[in-house]
C-alpha cells in the first residue's frame, strides 16, 4: 500500500502542504490545470526550487493579481468548489476542509458554520492551497496518510480578530485531541488552513509506520526562522506485509482522540436522570447516554454514558458530579473513526430537507434524512413523519 508521512518538525501550512507533495513528484501541470478552473481570477500561483538553510525545496506560492473580496462565507467557498473541473474525490475532500475549518470558527465565535465570515481563509489564495493540497496527493496516489505530532511556535499572531496567541482559536480547535510539540520560535507554525487539511485527510497522528520510503519531498514556507529550517517534509514509502483484510477494515476517515465519562446511579429518579443527560448535550457533550445496569445488592441501576472531546471533559465531569447523585466519574480516552460528512438539502413535496451523507474514501456511503427537518416538516403538512423521510431519501436518491 503506497502511504504518505508528514513530517511537521517545523509546523505545516496550506502552501507548505503542497510544495511538499510538488517535491515529491506530484504532477504540476495537472495542478495548474485544475487550479485554473476555479473561479478565482484574481490569483495566480508560482512554483519554484528554492533553498532553506541550504536544504532544496519546493516554494509553492498563491498570488493576488487583482482585488479580491474582503472576506467569503462557507456556501460560496462550498460553490466555487463544486463549479471547477475536479474529481469526486478533490470535491469531497476540499468541501470536508472547509466544513470542518467553519465548525472550528463557529465554535469560537459561537455562531453556525454558515455565518462564519472567512477572512484570511476565505481569501482566494487560501482555496488555492486546500484544493491544490487535495489536488497534489491525488495525483500522488496515496492510499492512507500519517502526519507527526503537530508543531505549534509561541507567542502571537496578528489577524481579523485582533492580536492572539498561538496556535489562533481556530487552530487549537481543530488540533483537540491531536498530539502536539511546543516550540519556542516566536512565530505561528501551524495555520488555521494546514491545521484544517491535515486533520481532516491524516488517518492517524504519531510516529511514521514501518515502509519502504521511495521518495521525500520539502515544502516550504514563506518565513525564514532562526536556527530551524522552515520546511514541511512529505515522505512517500510502500508498506509491506498488509494483508487484503486490514485495507478492507481501514474505514478511517476521521479518525480522532475522544474522553469516554461514565457514571452508575442506583438511587436516582428516571427526572433527574433525564435532566442530567439533557443538560451534558447542552454543555457539548458529542453523546450522552443511558444504559441499565445491576449493582451491589442486585440494585436495578442506571450507567451514564458521556461521549465528549478531551477539552471538554473537565466540565462534563463537574457536571455529572454536581448535578447527579454519584460519587465518582470513571473516565478515559480512545480512538474513533468516523466517516466524512457533508448535508446536502433536497426539495420534496413538503419543502426542503436536508440529507446528512457520510462518504468513505469520496464515494458516499450513507445518508440520512435529517430528522429535525422531518418532524418540522410532518407537522407542518400534517402527514406522517415516515412520508417525509420517504420522500426526503426517494428525492436525494433520484440521479
Do not use: W
Request: glycine share 6%; with cysteine.
Amino acid at each position: 500500500m503506497k502511504i504518505a508521512y508528514f513530517d511537521c518538525f517545523s509546523g505545516a501550512a496550506g502552501d507548505m502542504i503542497v510544495a511538499a507533495a510538488l517535491d515529491a513528484c506530484a504532477d504540476a501541470d495537472n495542478l495548474r490545470t485544475q487550479l485554473a478552473s476555479l473561479t478565482l481570477p484574481e490569483v495566480t500561483i508560482q512554483i519554484e526550487k528554492i533553498k532553506k538553510n541550504h536544504l532544496a525545496a519546493t516554494s509553492f506560492h498563491p498570488q493576488l493579481t487583482a482585488p479580491a473580496p474582503s472576506h467569503r462565507y462557507l456556501p460560496d467557498i462550498l460553490a466555487i468548489i463544486q463549479a471547477g473541473q475536479l474529481s469526486d474525490t478533490v470535491k469531497t475532500q476540499a468541501a470536508e476542509i472547509f466544513q470542518n475549518l467553519a465548525r472550528a470558527e463557529a465554535k469560537v465565535h459561537n455562531i453556525t458554520p454558515e455565518q462564519v465570515h472567512f477572512h484570511e481563509v476565505g481569501a482566494a489564495d487560501a482555496i488555492v492551497d486546500i484544493v491544490g493540497a487535495c489536488v497534489a496527493l491525488e495525483s500522488l496516489a496515496i492510499e492512507k496518510i500519517y502526519c507527526s505530532a503537530l508543531t505549534v511556535g509561541t507567542g502571537t499572531v496578528k489577524c481579523a480578530h485582533g492580536t492572539l496567541p498561538v496556535p489562533a482559536p481556530a487552530t487549537a480547535e481543530l488540533i483537540k485531541g491531536i498530539e502536539i510539540r511546543l516550540s519556542n520560535i516566536p512565530f505561528e507554525l501551524l495555520t488555521p488552513t494546514g491545521a484544517a487539511i491535515l486533520t481532516t485527510l491524516a488517518d492517524s497522528f504519531g510516529p511514521p509506520p514501518a515502509m519502504k520510503i521511495q521518495t521525500i519531498g520539502y515544502g516550504a514556507g514563506q518565513r525564514d526562522l532562526p536556527e530551524t529550517p522552515n520546511l514541511l517534509r512529505l515522505i512517500i514509502g510502500q508498506t509491506t506485509g498488509q494483508s487484503d483484510t486490514d485495507t478492507a477494515l481501514d474505514y478511517s476517515t476521521h479518525p480522532d482522540l475522544v474522553t469516554i465519562l461514565e457514571t452508575n446511579l442506583d438511587d436516582a429518579t428516571g427526572e433527574l436522570i433525564g435532566y442530567i443527560t439533557e443538560q451534558l448535550l447542552i454543555a457539548g457533550a458529542l453523546e450522552a447516554f443511558c444504559t441499565p445496569v445491576t449493582m451491589k445488592k442486585n440494585r436495578p441501576g442506571t450507567q451514564i454514558t458521556v461521549i465528549c472531546n478531551p477539552a471538554d471533559s473537565e466540565k462534563l465531569q463537574h457536571l455529572l458530579l454536581l448535578e447527579s447523585t454519584t460519587f465518582g466519574v470513571r473516565h478515559y480516552n480512545c480512538r474513533r473513526t468516523t466517516l466524512a460528512r457533508e448535508h446536502q438539502t433536497v426539495q420534496t413535496p413538503f419543502g426542503p430537507i436536508r440529507i446528512k451523507i457520510g462518504s468513505l474514501q469520496g464515494r458516499p456511503i450513507t445518508a440520512s434524512p435529517e430528522f429535525a427537518d422531518c418532524q418540522k416538516a410532518a407537522q407542518a403538512h400534517h402527514v406522517p413523519l415516515k412520508s417525509v423521510i420517504t420522500a426526503a431519501l426517494t428525492a436525494y436518491q433520484k440521479p
